[in-house]
Structure formats: structure tokens, C-alpha cells
């Protein structure tokens, strides 16, 4: 049998509780690399698939692709997002995804094959501590172009480190 | 100018026995209901809760991101998710937790045909590194292979048995097969006080599965963040992983069960205004009886708040009466009671701020039911009430 | 002492749509000190005086004044407090609080008071001596008689020495022997405290121990030939 604590906390803290929160990192947000953002598509790009198919651990690719396929399309917090192949498509409104970009109706096993690790790496060939949300006119469900290395190539895994990235539409 | 005596209000109690014990009955009633709401809500919402600094990361299933029960994983993903560097370790292991949470049917009479489902979870030795709050309270840790479990604080009131039997020794039926108990451990307040813990290859041979629910690691604060947990999901697209902190899955879950709380708090709303119009009935009939002596009071020359505050009184005794009683049961009865729900049981939680809420709601429903028979009593033109 | 003085005193009310005036423009002075009995038929206006007399109604027109005060203007908590000092009030049916002794009722006028203990007590007991029930001090009202309980009524009424006592119907409830005990109370009370005292009453016996008596007629009253609108 427990004892009453004599402390008493309000109701609200009672019915809603409290969450504690991660105390985190403590790192300076980086700037990324000012010829990061391209204002021309670069040419000769490949698709998802196509790229994921051919290139092999350390190869230069350019790969073209939507983000799209995840519901977390961005890493909050670091340099990194998934990029789908354009045959992954986007839901519709009365199909009752949460995101139109998750691609609830194609099954993951499918959108993760076509799909891509895109991140921008620091000198330690970690990903920069901030996220690419918004920078460059990117977000979810855009087109982009990446140009960049193979960083990660393995069964299911394809990590590409960005050195340029080409948002279509975009106003870099 | 002073008022009516103390005495005078507790005599009056005495008038109508009858309507008083019901007065009593049902002011007792309505606390002790208002204070079982209370500690469910709170006996719930602390299950939901992680334990204070709680920095769990946990790897699910792309897409199960709501219920760890649904979520399926490749075995490999514990591997990869100690790549983490900035893990916790201690003596070279690191704080990694690969689990299978699942609810089976678990019996305590063989002869029964339907057992209770009672969530299980498989784990390996690494959990309770992993899982601090858990403690060992009597017994060992199962071993795998032998049939052998571990069982929580409120898993007999999730079974509906005695806690005896579910002593050191003891057996469970489940999945056809004789479980010997081996440990005891107490989690209190968090949803694994109502799990069976069972060496995690045990309970995938019985689930017939190859594959984890989750994963859970535990970071050191500083060295590692959840960004790096997201980074690696991010990375480990064929894993199909979703990474959240173990208080970001607690909060999922309680924003889930907010519909169940709002239920609760509902019913308790009713109650009380159940207990409100009882009381006015009451208090209605109590006083009624007694306009012709309020009008000789004012006669006297007794100001109306001087009748009210006495009136209030009697109202006031019988509810705190009642809420001492309905506190010291709320207490002695509902706390550490097992309630089962979907994903198991937790426990009710009657403490300080719960009998607070509880006895001030008695005492609330005590005002709140004398004040209008007595304003009402009051209004009638003392001419009038000395003839009635 | 206290005297009273009503001026066209009316009082007015409605019943469904017929407008019933149980005192018509009724003019009467009473000398402080004075008893009167004051007799009619049933809903001639007599408790309806006595309550307008002792604040507990208000008049629809008209002036009251008792002790030179127009009580018809005091707010009602002005009123409590007016009546707790002036006024001692006999009812018919006693009205004693069955919960209290004879003692606790006699004493809950007093704790209105800025009293001590003692000094409630020295009051009480004097009180209850007066009306002769000092020996019942510790009964509850449903362990006395009816002459009992409004002995234990008239202590309560006196206990605060109001100068005003008014009685509605004190005998009304009571046998012969009861009734003529309480009435001889009654005007020991008058002569020997000086308390100006007004009695509502049906029983013609009271007329032999009041100084006067007033008749009320349809709320007006009715002088005999030669008499005064002036009493006592």
C-alpha cells in the first residue's frame, strides 16, 4: 500500500502528464554548403530504380526522383531525406493516407526498394545537423535531381552523399 | 451579530435517521465514485507514462507506428541499431532490448477452455538493463528453453486470480503448454506491471515468428540524440524502420486512449450531477419540513445568512462524512486495483491529489446540493412560512 | 416602554384577481407600557396587524411607527436586527425547536447578542423562573405539555427584555386552567417588566386581564360608542 505523497500537483498535471523531454545534442546547427542548391537541372540524370540498379559503392551518380514514399520524408534535425522513384505515387485525398507523400497504397516493401538515402555529409562523413526541410525550396511530393556519391551499397540499403541538389520548381 | 449554533446543525442531523444514512449513503457513493474515476484516470495515464528520464529510443515497424503489438521487424535490426555509436553500455554491453510484444491467451486452470488475454514479452536479458524501473522481486529472471517466466505486480488482478497463485513455483497454461513461474517483478505505475516476461526465442517458437516487434536502445544524453536513431532508419530503408522516443510512443498511446479517459471523466461528470440532484431531493425534503421553524428563526430575529450558514452546515457535515468515509475506502480498497483494458492492466492510483479531487467533490456537491432547497426555503415571505 | 402609532395603516394583497384588504386605513396609537387584547372574527385583520407590528410584513400604505420608528422603510436585515432587540413574538403553536432543550430555546435569542456565557445564562435562568419552568430546563419540547411549551415560549420571547411582546393567539392551543395560568403570565410580565403587550386572541377571557381590548372588523376597528381610538 503506498502512502499519500503530501505534494499535491494540480489536476491538469494529473489528467494530462508529463512528458519528459530528451535533453538534446548540444550542437551548432552547420550551414550547408553554399553550391549545395542548383539552378539548372544537371544533366544525364537517371531514375531511382535505374541508379539503384547500376551504380556500384563510391560511383558518381545524378539521380532524379520525387520525394515521396516515407511518411517522414526529412530527418528532422539532420541533412537527410528519402527520395522515391517517380513510379511511386503519391495517394490521393479520398484514400485516406495521412500524407499524400507516404504512399500508403503501394506497399512499403515496393516503395522502399525504390527508394533512396539522400544526405549531405560533413567533413567526418556524418550528415549536417539540420534539416533540408524548406532549405532551397524542398519539401515533400517536389522533383528534384541529386548529384552525388554512393556512399552506402548494400542488400536494400543505397545512401547517396549530395553534393548538388536541383529542386524543380524550386527558387534557389 | 452572530449566528445559530453548531449544535444546532448537528442536532438537526438527527431529526429523520432514515434521510439521514441516506444522505450519508449517497454522499459516500458519490465521493467514492468521483475518486474511482480519478484514480483510473490517473492509474492510467501514469501506466502511459514513461519513467522519469527516460531516454529509450524505440525502433518499430514503418507504419505500426501507433501499436508495437502490430509491429514486425527483421531480427538483423537489433544489430544494426548497435551500430549506434553513443549507446549506453555497461561492461561492454550495450543497453539494446530486441523484444516481441504479443497478448495470448494465458490460463491458470488447464480445464478452463478460454484463458485471459494477457500481454507477453519476449526479452532477452538485455531488457532489464534497458527497462531500469523493473525490478526483480522475488526469484530470478526465466532462462531460455526451459519454461520459465517472469510475472508482474498486476498480472494475478489481470488474470482474476489470488496473487498466491501466482507464487514462485507455480504454473501457467500457455499455448497448450505448462509455464513454471520463476521471478516476480514490480514496474509500478507503467504498463509492463501487467506483462509476462518470457525469453524472447520462447515466445517466437510460440508465435510461430522470426521476427521482433521492436527495438528498444537506450542513449547516453549528449553522445546520441534521436536524430541519430532517425538518421540510421533513414538509411536502413530495407529494415523499413520507424524510430520514436519511448516518450513519444507513450504519449501516441495516451493521445489514443484520450477517448476512453474523456469517457471516464464524462461518467464522473454524471455522477456527480447524479449526486447533485440527489442531493437537492434530499436537502429539498430536509428543509421543507422545516419552513415553519425558519420562519420562527427570522421571527427571532436571526439574519437569512445566519440560517444559511447553518443550513450549509448540516449539509456540510454529512458530506464530509461521507467523503472521509468514501476517502478512507477509495484508499484502502481501490488503490494498487488492477483494471484490465485493451492492452492490459494498470493499476488504480489513489493519492494524495486523487482523494483531493475526490473529497473536494464531495464537499463541492455538499454546497452545491444544500444552497438551493435553502435559498428556496428562505424565500417564502416569513408571514407566510410560520403558517405552512 | 414602547408605543405604537399606525396612520391609515392598509395592507393589500391578491388572491387569483380578487384584491383582499385585510386592514383598511386603520388609525390606532398605543401607549408604551399598555396590554391590549385585540379581538375579531377570522380574517378581520388581527394577525395581519401583529405582523406588521412586528416587522415580519410590510404595509401596502399607510404609516407605522413604533418607538417614533417607521419600520416599513428598514431593509430586511435592518429589520432582523430591529426585531432581535425589540421584539419578543409568542406564537399559537409555540414553535419551539424540537432539536434544542427548553433551556437552548430559550437561549437562541440571545446568541444573536454580543453576550458572554454567563451572562446568557443568568438571562436564561431568570427567564425561565418568570415564566415558572425553570424545573424543565432540560426537556425537550416533546417532553412537555402544551402549557409547558408555551411557558418555554414566553421565556424565549422575554429572554432579551424586548420592550414589545406580541402573542398571536398564546391561549389558542390550550385548556381552561393552561390558558388562565399563561394569561396571568402574560400580565405579571406586563405590569411587573413594563413591556407593552399586544394579544391576538378569540378567547374573551383574555379581555379580563388585558387594560383594554380593541375589536377589528373587516381591517378597521370597530369603537364602541364614547371610546377613543386611543388606548391604554
Given at each position: 500500500m503506498r502512502h499519500p505523497r503530501f505534494v499535491i500537483p494540480l489536476l491538469l498535471l494529473t489528467l494530462i502528464g508529463c512528458a519528459v523531454e530528451e535533453s538534446p545534442v548540444q550542437t551548432a546547427a552547420p550551414d550547408l554548403p553554399p553550391s549545395l542548391f542548383l539552378t539548372s537541372p544537371p544533366a544525364n540524370a537517371r531514375s531511382v530504380a535505374e541508379v539503384k540498379e547500376s551504380a556500384a559503392l563510391g560511383d558518381e551518380v545524378v539521380i532524379a526522383g520525387q520525394l515521396v514514399g516515407n511518411r517522414q520524408i526529412f530527418v528532422e534535425g539532420a541533412a537527410t531525406f528519402i527520395l522515391g522513384d517517380h513510379s511511386i505515387e503519391a495517394c490521393h485525398p479520398e484514400e485516406g493516407c495521412d500524407t499524400?507523400?507516404?504512399?500508403?497504397?503501394?506497399?512499403?516493401?515496393?516503395?522502399?526498394?525504390?527508394?533512396?538515402?539522400?544526405?549531405?555529409?560533413?567533413?567526418d562523413g556524418k550528415p549536417l545537423r539540420t534539416s533540408l526541410k524548406g532549405r532551397g525550396a524542398l519539401s515533400e511530393l517536389k522533383q528534384v535531381v541529386v548529384v552525388g556519391k554512393v556512399s552506402q551499397r548494400s542488400e536494400g540499403v543505397f545512401v547517396v552523399d549530395a553534393s548538388g541538389i536541383f529542386v524543380a520548381g524550386g527558387d534557389s | 451579530m452572530r449566528g445559530l449554533p453548531f449544535d444546532y446543525a448537528t442536532r438537526n442531523l438527527g431529526r429523520s435517521p432514515g434521510r439521514l444514512a441516506g444522505a450519508l449513503v449517497g454522499s459516500t457513493l458519490v465521493t467514492l465514485l468521483v475518486i474511482a474515476s480519478a484514480s483510473f484516470i490517473r492509474g492510467m495515464g501514469a501506466s502511459l507514462d514513461p519513467p522519469a528520464g527516460n531516454s529509450n529510443v524505440i525502433f518499430l515497424g514503418a507504419g505500426s507506428e501507433e501499436s508495437v503489438e502490430r509491429s514486425e521487424i527483421r531480427m538483423q535490426a537489433a544489430d544494426v541499431v548497435g551500430t549506434i555509436?553513443?549507446?549506453?553500455?555497461?561492461?561492454?554491453?550495450?543497453?539494446?532490448?530486441?523484444?516481441?510484444?504479443?497478448?495470448?491467451?494465458?490460463?491458470?486452470?488447464?480445464?478452463?477452455?478460454?484463458?485471459?488475454?494477457?500481454?507477453?514479452?519476449?526479452?532477452?536479458?538485455?531488457?532489464?538493463?534497458?527497462?531500469?524501473?523493473?525490478?526483480?522481486?522475488?526469484?530470478?529472471?526465466?532462462?531460455?528453453?526451459?519454461?520459465?517466466?517472469?510475472?508482474?505486480?498486476?498480472?494475478?488482478?489481470?488474470?482474476?486470480?489470488?496473487?498466491?497463485?501466482?507464487?514462485?513455483?507455480?504454473?501457467?497454461?500457455?499455448?497448450?503448454?505448462?509455464?513454471?513461474?520463476?521471478?516476480?517483478?514490480?514496474?509500478?505505475?507503467?504498463?509492463?506491471?501487467?506483462?509476462?516476461?518470457?525469453?524472447?526465442?520462447?515466445?517466437?517458437?510460440i508465435a510461430q515468428r522470426d521476427n521482433l516487434s521492436c527495438v528498444i536502445a537506450t542513449l547516453v544524453p549528449g553522445e546520441a540524440d534521436i536524430t541519430d536513431a532517425e538518421i540510421l532508419a533513414a538509411q536502413r530503408l530495407d529494415?523499413?524502420?520507424?524510430?520514436?522516443?519511448e516518450s513519444e510512443y507513450y504519449a501516441t498511446l495516451s493521445r489514443f486512449y484520450a477517448p476512453v479517459r474523456a469517457m471516464v471523466l464524462a461518467t464522473a461528470l454524471l455522477v456527480a450531477l447524479g449526486g447533485i440532484l440527489g442531493g437537492l431531493n434530499t436537502m429539498v425534503a430536509a428543509f421543507a419540513s422545516r419552513v415553519r421553524e425558519v420562519g420562527t428563526l427570522q421571527v427571532i430575529g436571526y439574519p437569512r445568512r445566519a440560517i444559511i450558514l447553518s443550513f450549509l452546515q448540516e449539509s456540510w457535515i454529512i458530506s464530509s462524512c461521507g467523503a472521509l468515509v468514501a476517502g478512507a475506502l477509495g484508499w484502502a480498497v481501490l488503490d494498487g486495483v488492477a483494471v484490465r483494458f485493451s492492452m492490459g492492466a494498470f493499476g488504480l492510483i489513489v493519492d494524495a491529489p486523487v482523494l483531493a479531487i475526490g473529497?473536494?467533490?464531495?464537499?463541492?456537491?455538499?454546497?452545491?446540493?444544500?444552497?438551493?432547497?435553502?435559498?428556496?426555503?428562505?424565500?417564502?415571505p416569513v408571514g407566510q412560512a410560520l403558517k405552512s | 416602554m414602547i408605543g405604537i402609532e399606525c396612520r391609515a395603516l392598509t395592507k393589500k394583497f391578491m388572491k387569483g384577481e380578487t384584491t383582499i384588504t385585510p386592514l383598511d386605513s386603520l388609525d390606532l396609537v398605543i401607549e408604551p407600557g399598555s396590554f391590549l387584547a385585540l379581538m375579531g372574527p377570522s380574517g378581520s385583520g388581527k394577525t395581519t396587524l401583529l405582523n406588521l407590528i412586528a416587522g415580519i410584513d410590510r404595509p401596502t400604505s399607510g404609516e407605522l411607527l413604533v418607538d417614533g420608528l417607521d419600520i416599513a422603510h428598514l431593509s430586511r436585515s435592518r429589520l432582523a436586527r430591529w426585531?432581535?432587540?425589540?421584539?419578543?413574538?409568542?406564537?399559537?403553536?409555540?414553535?419551539?425547536?424540537?432539536?434544542?432543550?427548553?433551556?437552548?430555546?430559550?437561549?437562541?435569542?440571545?446568541?444573536?447578542?454580543?453576550?458572554?456565557?454567563?451572562?446568557?445564562?443568568?438571562?436564561?435562568?431568570?427567564?425561565?423562573?418568570l415564566a415558572g419552568i425553570a424545573d424543565r430546563h432540560d426537556h425537550y419540547p416533546?417532553?412537555?405539555?402544551?402549557?409547558?411549551?408555551?411557558?418555554?415560549?414566553?421565556?424565549?420571547?422575554?429572554?432579551?427584555?424586548?420592550?414589545?411582546?406580541?402573542?398571536?393567539?398564546?391561549?389558542?392551543?390550550?385548556?381552561?386552567?393552561?390558558?388562565?395560568?399563561?394569561?396571568?403570565?402574560?400580565?405579571?410580565?406586563?405590569?411587573?417588566?413594563?413591556?407593552?403587550?399586544?394579544?391576538?386572541?378569540?378567547?374573551?377571557?383574555?379581555?379580563?386581564?388585558?387594560?383594554?381590548?380593541?375589536?377589528?372588523?373587516?381591517?378597521?376597528?370597530?369603537?364602541?360608542?364614547?371610546?377613543?381610538?386611543?388606548?391604554?
Open positions: 499524400p507523400w507516404d504512399a500508403c497504397c503501394t506497399p512499403i516493401t515496393e516503395r522502399r526498394a525504390l527508394s533512396a538515402t539522400i544526405q549531405v555529409v560533413g567533413e | 555509436s553513443g549507446l549506453r553500455t555497461r561492461l561492454g554491453q550495450p543497453f539494446i532490448s530486441p523484444e516481441v510484444h504479443i497478448g495470448l491467451a494465458v490460463r491458470t486452470d488447464p480445464a478452463v477452455p478460454e484463458g485471459r488475454l494477457t500481454p507477453l514479452r519476449g526479452v532477452r536479458p538485455s531488457a532489464f538493463l534497458v527497462h531500469s524501473e523493473v525490478q526483480i522481486t522475488e526469484g530470478r529472471a526465466p532462462v531460455a528453453g526451459a519454461n520459465e517466466l517472469l510475472v508482474g505486480g498486476l498480472v494475478s488482478g489481470q488474470l482474476g486470480v489470488p496473487d498466491a497463485r501466482l507464487g514462485l513455483g507455480e504454473v501457467l497454461h500457455i499455448d497448450g503448454r505448462e509455464w513454471r513461474i520463476v521471478g516476480r517483478m514490480r514496474a509500478p505505475r507503467t504498463v509492463i506491471d501487467a506483462e509476462i516476461w518470457i525469453p524472447l526465442t520462447d515466445l517466437q517458437v529494415l523499413e524502420l520507424a524510430v520514436m522516443t473529497v473536494g467533490a464531495g464537499l463541492g456537491l455538499g454546497l452545491l446540493g444544500a444552497l438551493p432547497p435553502t435559498i428556496h426555503c428562505l424565500r417564502l | 426585531r432581535a432587540e425589540k421584539v419578543g413574538y409568542i406564537f399559537q403553536l409555540y414553535h419551539l425547536v424540537p432539536v434544542l432543550t427548553a433551556y437552548e430555546n430559550v437561549e437562541l435569542p440571545l446568541l444573536i447578542h454580543p453576550l458572554s456565557r454567563k451572562e446568557r445564562h443568568a438571562r436564561v435562568q431568570r427567564a425561565l423562573e416533546r417532553q412537555l405539555s402544551g402549557g409547558q411549551e408555551q411557558r418555554v415560549a414566553i421565556a424565549r420571547a422575554i429572554v432579551a427584555d424586548p420592550p414589545l411582546l406580541l402573542a398571536d393567539e398564546p391561549t389558542g392551543d390550550l385548556d381552561r386552567e393552561s390558558s388562565t395560568a399563561i394569561l396571568k403570565l402574560l400580565r405579571k410580565l406586563s405590569e411587573d417588566l413594563g413591556k407593552t403587550l399586544l394579544v391576538v386572541t378569540h378567547d374573551i377571557a383574555t379581555t379580563d386581564y388585558a387594560q383594554a381590548t380593541l375589536h377589528l372588523e373587516k381591517g378597521r376597528l370597530v369603537t364602541e360608542p364614547g371610546e377613543e381610538q386611543r388606548h391604554a
